[in-house]
């Protein structure tokens, strides 16, 4: 019997690096209150960085989770990595940037290969 675990695959990728990235993104909700004290790489202001990290972190990792939208959810939390890599951490040593290039791989991988069929975007008739 010859099985192929590619669906079962890419939902242990999506589900695995989206929960993982969300142990970054949820503790950052608390600095709404007060998003002066946030980092601000692009230029756009503390609080617009803080919205953009969030979109990021959390709100494009839940639908990657689920699986709903996922190519168009990879985007975002391909481009907070980015970001986070190569301007946040630009002049750190491979070792502090390397988890953030781990999640940008993750990211762009599950863009380019889709969510598979455990998902919402997977199910047939939608």
């Given at each position: 019997?010859?099985k192929n675990f590619?669906?079962?695959?890419?939902?242990?990728?999506?589900?695995?690096?989206?929960?993982?990235?969300?142990?970054?993104?949820?503790?950052?909700?608390?600095?709404?209150?007060?998003?002066?004290?946030?980092?601000?790489?692009?230029?756009?202001?503390?609080?617009?960085?803080?919205?953009?990290?969030?979109?990021?972190?959390?709100?494009?990792?839940?639908?990657?989770?689920?699986?709903?939208?996922?190519?168009?959810?990879?985007?975002?939390?391909?481009?907070?990595?980015?970001?986070?890599?190569?301007?946040?951490?630009?002049?750190?040593?491979?070792?502090?940037?390397?988890?953030a290039i781990l999640?940008?791989?993750?990211?762009?991988?599950?863009?380019?290969?889709?969510?598979?069929?455990?998902?919402?975007?997977?199910?047939?008739?939608?």
């Amino acid at each position: 019997m010859n099985k192929n675990f590619t669906d079962l695959a890419l939902a242990i990728l999506r589900i695995g690096f989206s929960g993982m990235m969300l142990t970054h993104g949820i503790p950052k909700i608390s600095m709404l209150s007060d998003p002066s004290s946030f980092g601000d790489p692009l230029g756009v202001g503390p609080t617009v960085s803080l919205i953009l990290t969030l979109i990021g972190e959390v709100l494009a990792p839940i639908m990657i989770i689920i699986g709903f939208k996922t190519k168009l959810a990879a985007i975002p939390a391909a481009i907070t990595m980015a970001v986070a890599a190569f301007i946040v951490h630009a002049s750190d040593p491979l070792k502090t940037k390397e988890m953030a290039i781990l999640y940008l791989l993750a990211f762009v991988v599950i863009f380019l290969a889709g969510p598979g069929r455990l998902s919402i975007d997977g199910r047939k008739g939608y």
